[in-house]
T-cell receptor
């Protein structure tokens, strides 16, 4: 299994809603990532978990809250988002997160904030 | 100056043509070089992975790295309509716990 699975594929939410994005991988990878991608732009790193510990937080607003319950699962909790947060949210995984590793991406969650 | 520069295109070529996609970079610490293919509304898919300078071939795809010129290329031979996508170069140093730096992506269309 070389897949990173993300749910839901699409999400529409209001600015007062609370929602969560989910990501799962069963490749035995110990590093998991959240990226945000706006249209016609490259992915921007948000968070990295390495061995279930948050190792990188790219100064992301607190309305985005990541969670890594175990080595296979990664969540992104969303609360009080703004319309400019509308984007494709990508989860990725790699072996250890210690550099020189291949990143495997999921298909993403297309988020629209109204 | 951006760390990684990539021509955003769009680039349109006829089916069967050879496609050349390029990136330049400024950080001499980059050692690992990747090309990702991204179809519309999908996640990036790793196509090629190269360490340091040299060439790597995989089927119709060839990746070249010239560290002395800080220049990387991806060649696609016998291009097919299914190759139509955005191609992102990405690179990383070997200092551990460093993030991947992406180019802006080149939109490629192969015309049947």
């Amino acid at each position: 299994d070389t897949e990173v699975t993300q749910t839901p594929k699409h999400l529409v939410m209001g600015m007062t809603n609370k929602k969560s994005l989910k990501c799962e991988q069963h490749m035995g990878h110990r590093a998991m990532y959240w990226y945000k991608q706006k249209a016609k732009k490259p992915p921007e790193l948000m968070f990295v978990y390495s061995y279930e510990k948050l190792s990188i937080n790219e100064s992301v607003p607190s309305r985005f809250s990541p969670e890594c319950p175990n080595s296979s699962l990664l969540n992104l909790h969303l609360h009080a988002l703004q319309p400019e947060d509308s984007a494709l949210y990508l989860c990725a995984s790699s072996l250890t997160g210690q550099g020189d590793e291949k990143l495997f991406f999921g298909s993403g969650t297309q988020l629209s904030v109204l | 100056q951006k760390e990684v520069e990539q021509d955003p295109g769009p680039l349109s070529v006829p089916e069967g043509a050879i496609v050349s996609l390029n990136c330049t970079y400024s950080n001499s610490a980059f050692q690992y070089f990747m090309w990702y293919r991204q179809y519309s509304r999908k996640g990036p898919e790793l196509l090629m992975y190269t360490y340091s300078s040299g060439n790597k071939e995989d089927g119709r795809f060839t990746a070249q790295v010239d560290k002395s010129s800080k220049y990387i290329s991806l060649f696609i031979r016998d291009s097919q309509p299914s190759d139509s996508a955005t191609y992102l170069c990405a690179m990383e140093s070997n200092f551990g716990n460093e993030k991947l730096t992406f180019g802006t992506g080149t939109r490629l269309t192969i015309i049947p």
